[in-house]
């Protein structure tokens, strides 16, 4: 869990909430005495926007209903002084962007064509069997690039893993002698990591990012609790400026008790330093929660099971490459700070190590990469299964390139709303190769 410094009174107050549409532009106002630093990102399914102010009071604010591309606007106050706002976006509104505007907030809303679906009927609660109508279905494609930046799971769903690629944007993390940059590095393999577990009907992967931009600690770690998340893996790439010869790869795991060499501490500390040195944010080195006991114990369960997970992904690095520590090093890593997800930091090779960055440039080597961890999960899941992933009854459909929904919901007897449900999609993209579980006796 990520520690902000706590003010010891109320540096903010929010007044008031407001928000103006001009053309496809809805603004959100939020009115404020003082200007708080903040923090935002957005999270999918239902689509949002999410801003957390730091040290803001919420004052006597009146509700906010529907308007073009939004459906409202949520206020909550977190234990450490923080408020949390949650704009629900509508139909295809996107966040913008948000700025300060003096003391006052602003969120602006790209609505889209959101503003003709806010009154759109919802879908029956009892839909009847749909027949084979391919008019709405997505054909299958070979090669499915994640579309959505976040996409979280329903409570009941398969089980969730969270692929957190490193850096990104201003933050390029480490660099190679051949200039390779580990933000784009780990970017890939988070990608094809997402595309494998993607074919699996019990494991719904989501990505952090999906693009070169820059996303903070903090944010990172929102991602996965919003998601509710059952494993959370960060990619990154390691560097030992001082021995060129040092290669292989590793997975670190979260130390309450300091790190266990002091190499695993300078890394720690240089992955930590990433929104200090780019956006600003200032991290505590300690977490006041963590002194509660439930949290204790949530926490160092949390850690054993990390410890297992990272023990598994290097038993599948171990077949593609040198290894650069064999039990796992422990190190106070700021987005693995959550006490109840467990949670691996995976350093795949050391750019610094000129044949390595040389194989990192190499797609079929991330590929190998990306299945070394898949297996590493895999293999932890059926160590620890948990309760979303207890089998059903049901059996296994392989998708074949041109199926839809439609078609084989028809083949099953069912509705093309009950498929979906019961495989937890979100929507009738399909991927050649990807298992969906059919009712028991289909």
Known sequence: MLCLPTASAWAAQ???????????????????????????????????????????????????????????????????????????LAGGAHLAGVSAAGHDLVARIDTGQAAAKNDAPSRPSAPTPAPADDSTDTPVRQNKEPEALYTAARVNGPVVVVIDPGHGGHDS???????????????????????????????????????????????RVHIAQENHANLFVSIHQNAYPDDHRVDGGTCYVLSQHGASDSKAA??????????????????????????????????????????????????????????????????NFAVLRDPMIPSVLCETAFLSNPAQARRLKSDAFRDQLATAMFNGIMAYFKEHPPER?????????????????????ARQNI???????????????????????????R
């Open 14 to 88: 929010l007044g008031g909430v407001s928000v103006t549409t001009e053309g496809t532009t809805s603004t959100v106002r939020f009115a404020l005495d003082a200007a708080p630093k903040f923090h935002y990102f957005s999270l999918d399914d239902p689509a949002r926007a999410v801003i957390d102010l730091e040290a803001t009071h919420i004052g006597d604010v009146a509700p906010v209903g529907r308007h073009p591309g939004l459906t409202g606007v949520r206020l909550a106050r977190h234990g450490d002084g923080s408020t949390r706002a949650v704009i629900d």
């Open 415 to 441: 509705s093309v709303d009950t498929l979906m449900s019961i495989n937890h999609l979100h929507d009738r993209t399909l991927v050649a190769g990807q298992k969906l579980e059919l009712p028991h006796g």
């Open 389 to 409: 992933m207890a089998p059903t009854g049901g059996s296994l459909y392989t998708v074949k390139s041109g199926d839809t929904l439609s078609q084989i919901a």
């Open 173 to 219: 993390g480490t660099r190679g002698a051949n200039g390779l940059m580990e933000k784009t590095v780990a970017l890939s393999i988070a990608k094809k990591l997402y595309a494998k577990l993607k074919t699996t009907a019990s494991v719904h992967p989501v990505l952090t990012r999906t693009d070169d931009r820059f996303i903070g600690l903090r944010e």
């Open 266 to 331: 300078q890394l720690a500390q240089f992955e930590n330093s990433a929104d200090r040195r780019v956006a600003g944010v200032e991290f505590s080195d300690t977490d006041p929660t963590l002194n509660a006991v439930l949290t204790d114990l949530y926490q160092n369960a949390s850690i054993d099971d990390a410890d297992s997970l990272a023990h598994d992904i290097i038993g599948q690095f171990s077949r593609v490459g040198p290894i650069y520590r064999r039990t796992p090093p422990r190190a």
